[in-house]
């Protein structure tokens, strides 16, 4: 992520985010956190906090947050929420952090939207202790790469041509006099896979959550995944 990508759209995010219901993480977060998340050590990293809602989760939970971002704005609001974690300008793929200082790495919906996810992963793995675990949440590369023929209930799934490239994402959401310009790139299951082998890691556990709750929206996601749950130790 970049300040210039975030400018314009860092206070559209802020309420995108911080309304309670309003986008997919309200419906999947509860399989993050109880089905995949470990308990909480001696210090928690969160990658890409943004305006610091999963942070504030996981203190809520009894983590000790330390929190990274580019975006001078998004943190400002991440501080102004949370006066007990902590919230550094910094870029994924150089951590100002010495080796094996955190036993445990978040990256929620990060890991799609960051320049280089490969490096983003090594630097993650670096930053952990011995026995450190990277817990990851991302847009499932199903879900990247197709998207619903129409928006009947009934509407099947397509998928996109290209799925091994690497593409940029563009998409503009609006929803309940809400706007939100997502953008990042696609990743096959095999990128990710690559990318935490290459760093030293093993994934332990994958999930493909379905929502909770009965929000129309995501009752087609009962029977396509959206996001994808890994977790990986050294």
């Known amino acids: 992520m970049s300040e210039g990508e975030w400018g314009p759209d860092a206070e559209n995010w802020v309420r995108w985010a911080r309304t309670p219901g309003h986008d997919a993480y309200w419906f999947y977060r509860d399989a993050f956190f109880d089905r995949l998340l470990p308990p909480a050590g001696r ?43 902590g919230f550094a300008l910094a870029d994924s793929a150089a951590l100002p952090f010495p080796d094996g200082c955190f036993d445990l790495a978040v990256a929620y919906n990060a890991l799609q939207v ?27 590369p199903v879900t990247d790469l197709g998207r619903f023929a129409s928006d009947d209930r009934a509407a099947p799934f397509t998928l996109r041509p290209r799925y091994f490239e690497n593409e940029r994402v563009e998409d503009t959401v609006e929803r309940d006099g809400l706007a939100m310009t997502f953008r990042g790139w696609t990743y096959s299951l095999e990128d990710y896979a690559v990318a ?14 379905r929502p909770s709750g009965s929000d129309r929206l ?12 890994i977790l990986a130790g050294k």
Not at 64 to 85: K, N, P, Q, Y
Not at 219 to 224: C, G
């Open 43 to 85: 210090r928690t990293l969160e990658i890409g906090c943004g305006e610091g809602r999963v942070a504030r989760d996981l203190a809520a939970r009894g983590h000790w947050v330390a929190g990274v971002d580019t975006s001078h704005a998004l943190l400002r609001h991440a501080r102004m929420e949370d006066e007990v974690s």
């Open 114 to 140: 960051v320049r280089d996810m490969s490096a983003t992963v090594r630097e993650a793995a670096r930053v952990l202790d011995a026995d450190g675990r990277l817990a990851i949440c991302v847009s499932h």
């Open 196 to 209: 935490l082998q290459d760093a030293g890691l093993r994934i332990e556990a994958m999930r493909e959550p």
């Open 218 to 229: 995501y009752e087609r996601r009962q029977h396509v995944p959206m996001f994808l749950l």
